[in-house]
């Protein structure tokens, strides 16, 4: 029974450090992605001419 207490705990705690981070790094990078061609268009937008020129 100890064994598979022991067994039970380690994949637990696996999931907990490992995997559940994991998710949630990519849904971030998953946001930021869906947001980076916005601010690139941004980028490359020409400013408009002033009224002196």
């Known amino acids: ?3 598979i207490a022991a ?3 380690f994949v637990g705690l696996f999931a907990l ?3 559940v981070p994991r998710f ?3 849904r971030k990078q998953d946001e ?3 947001a980076a061609p916005m601010r ?3 980028a490359n937008a020409q400013p408009a001419p002033s ?3």
Request: no cysteine.
């Open 7 to 9: 067994a039970a705990a």
């Open 51 to 53: 009224p002196a020129d």
């Open 40 to 42: 690139h268009e941004d």
């Open 32 to 34: 930021n992605a869906a």
């Open 24 to 26: 949630f790094i990519r």
């Open 17 to 19: 450090w490992v995997l």
């Open 1 to 3: 029974m100890l064994p």
